[in-house]
């Protein structure tokens, strides 16, 4: 089956501490990965993607498919990181399937 | 470029009725898919559709369909509408291929009373 996995609804941090959110998947083929993200009374945008290996914002995230996971990673969490983040798998068929979802408060 | 455009923006509607939601994706994308966002279930497809065709569906019961016309312009109409339908609906766009980024609109709030 063709999944993806946020285990954690909510996630809150202090101002400058590390986060991480965790994704998991489940997919037999070649995964393509997103993250995306809601800040408060915005659009879902894309922030970042596996394949770009891109650092957006101070956060990264890595493709384990050992584990098949890509958990979203900062070292030092900023108030403005307080938003909704969802993982999201793209399939050979072009069906992005996104996880429940993880809202990040981050504490001052 | 103008952005994912959804109209309406709000809706209430009764139980019973039908409701038909729209959205115009941004220009030269060929992709429109479709979600449900509650706050319990966070974002569930519903069907995608690609140069006026369905390419994938999600597990939504019949009552939802949609549609997608030759400008790429898209709908979406859920009939006999139950209190549980009462949600954020998303549409998003892309160009349609591997790997793109997916467009999303401000979303149409629908309540069922």
């Known amino acids: 089956a063709q999944r993806v996995t946020q285990p954690e609804k909510l996630l809150s941090v202090f101002k400058g501490a590390p986060v991480e959110l965790k994704c998991n998947y489940s997919?037999?083929?070649?995964?393509?990965l997103f993250w995306y993200v809601q800040y408060s009374r915005q659009r879902l945008q894309l922030l970042l993607r596996h394949i770009s290996r891109e650092s957006i914002k101070g956060f990264t995230a890595d493709l384990n498919k050992g584990e098949t996971s890509f958990h979203l990673k900062k070292p030092f969490a900023q108030e403005e990181d307080s938003a909704m983040y969802y993982c999201?798998?793209?399939?050979?068929?072009?069906?992005?399937?996104f996880g429940a979802g993880t809202r990040l408060f981050v504490k001052a | 470029k103008a952005g994912v455009t959804q109209t309406p923006r709000y809706l209430i509607k009764t139980r019973g009725q039908q409701v038909t939601l729209s959205c115009s994706p941004i220009?030269?994308?060929?992709?429109v898919s479709w979600y449900q966002q509650t706050p319990g279930q966070g974002l569930q497809f519903l069907f995608e559709?690609?140069?006026?065709?369905?390419?994938n569906k999600g597990n939504f019961p019949g009552r939802f369909s949609g549609r997608q016309f030759s400008n790429s312009r898209s709908e979406m109409n859920v009939s006999t509408l139950e209190l549980g339908d009462s949600a954020l609906y998303l549409c998003?766009?892309?160009?349609?291929?591997?790997?793109?980024?997916?467009?999303f609109g401000q979303g149409t709030r629908l309540t069922v009373v």
């Open positions: 999201a798998l793209i399939t050979g068929g072009f069906k992005t399937i």
């Open positions: 998003a766009s892309t160009m349609g291929s591997y790997d793109t980024e997916a467009f």
């Open positions: 997919y037999s083929g070649s995964p393509e």
């Open positions: 559709y690609f140069s006026e065709t369905q390419r």
């Open positions: 220009s030269g994308h060929r992709s």
